[in-house]
């Protein structure tokens, strides 16, 4: 079978085409992201769609979505038809909040990373005025200013 051509292909192939390393692929298997057919002679092959797959846990994972994740999203795509446009963009559509949180904590944490590592110490003259008396401290360990829960609101940089 030639590159690019029938339905299937080989983890070679798919690796080639995908970017991906076969380790990464086979992990991947193993993580039940993606699946292939065993041939007579053991060897496994990929159904073309998986393309789209591997391109998806690519950036999914690129962007910090955890593996159990994308699992759980690529286990709503249709089964038995290749995904279609509105298939990927219902699936997309559940980690749009998750990404926007994630997006505003990475702008503080930018905006905010300069004047105060966030930690609750003293020893940056800036935390004197951030946090007088460690009031973060009561709140619990590492960087609280920097990486707040969630139901707190963020405090104003600057």
């Known amino acids: 079978m030639s590159e690019g051509a029938g339905e299937e292909m080989s983890v070679g192939q798919l690796a080639r085409r995908s970017g991906t390393s076969v380790s990464a692929l086979h992990f991947y298997e193993r993580q039940r992201l993606i699946s292939s ?83 609750g110490c003293l020893s940056i003259s800036h935390c004197a005025l951030a946090n007088p008396d460690d009031r973060l401290g009561a709140g619990g360990t590492g960087p609280r200013m920097l990486v707040p829960d969630t139901e707190e609101p963020l405090p104003e940089s600057g």
């Open 37 to 119: 057919r065993r041939t007579p002679g053991n060897q496994r092959r990929y159904h073309r769609d998986t393309l789209r797959r591997v391109a998806l846990i690519r950036i999914a994972q690129r962007v910090g979505i955890p593996l159990v994740e994308i699992r759980e999203a690529l286990d709503r795509l249709p089964e038995g038809r290749v995904p279609n446009r509105r298939d990927w963009k219902r699936m997309s559509q559940g980690w749009q909040d998750e990404l926007s949180e994630r997006i505003r904590l990475l702008v503080h944490l930018r905006d905010s990373f300069a004047n105060c590592v966030g930690c």
